[in-house]
Antibody, heavy 122, light 111 residues
């Protein structure tokens, strides 16, 4: 079965760059018509979609974060990554990676990684 | 505030049936775009519960069902069990925002 495992620093200084990686196991990131997604959830709050990337490298980002977000994919390592620049305390959240699809970008997310808590603080 | 609107909380006794509403607009649920539902247990990642408005992934009990009409959708849980106590989120796609969007989440308490 497909599993996703997020990893990265748990503490990021304000104005610095948040970098996370998601490693996919149980399936090739290049297979099928799936896409690979990042989402986040501030403590005690709801879910926010950050963006998605396809194995081809094509991306789509949440307009509210688009100016600060970059996603990339490394098919040789079966990984995809998130970079969020110029972070502030408002970016403190649990960050989830997930698989989307398989038919359309309007589809659901399944499965999800376990989540990585990232705290922005000096 | 969230693009999709859910009640903050619902509750029910064991064995009862509860419903959770998810209200959107003509640019998302009413577009029409499908609605998907997730269950999030405390401290865990969300788990897909319903996809394509009314389909259950394998392993999800048939006590869970989804429906959609116009610009709204609902998740129904029958035969409530203590293990159903969790947060529930609806998700759809918004054509105007070109983004996947979520409801604010509903906390289900089993009395």
């Amino acid at each position: 079965q497909v599993q996703l495992q997020g990893s990265g620093p748990g503490l990021v200084r304000p104005s610095q760059t948040l970098s996370l990686t998601c490693t996919v196991s149980g399936d090739s990131i290049s297979s099928g018509s799936y896409f690979w997604t990042w989402l986040r959830q501030p403590a005690g709050k709801g879910l926010e979609w950050i963006g998605r990337i396809y194995a081809s490298g094509s991306t789509n980002y949440n307009p509210s974060l688009k100016s600060r977000v970059t996603m990339s994919v490394d098919t040789s390592k079966n990984q995809f990554s998130l970079n969020l620049i110029s972070v502030t305390a408002a970016d403190t959240a649990v960050y989830f990676c997930a698989r989307g699809g398989p038919y359309s970008f309007r589809d659901w997310f399944d499965p999800w990684g376990q989540g990585t808590l990232v705290t922005v603080s000096s | 505030q969230s693009v999709l609107t859910q009640p903050p909380s619902v509750s029910g006794a064991p064995g009862q049936r509860v419903t959770i509403s998810c209200t959107g607009s003509s640019s998302n649920i009413g577009a029409p775009n499908a609605v998907h539902w997730y269950q999030q247990l405390p401290g865990a990642a969300p788990k897909l519960l319903i996809y394509g408005s009314n389909n259950r992934p394998s392993g999800v009990p048939d006590r869970f069902s989804g429906s959609k009409s116009g610009t709204s959708a609902s998740l129904a849980i029958s035969g409530l069990q203590a293990e159903d106590e969790a947060d529930y989120y609806c998700q759809s796609y918004d054509n105007s925002l070109s983004s996947s969007v979520f409801g604010g989440g509903t906390k289900l308490t089993v009395l």
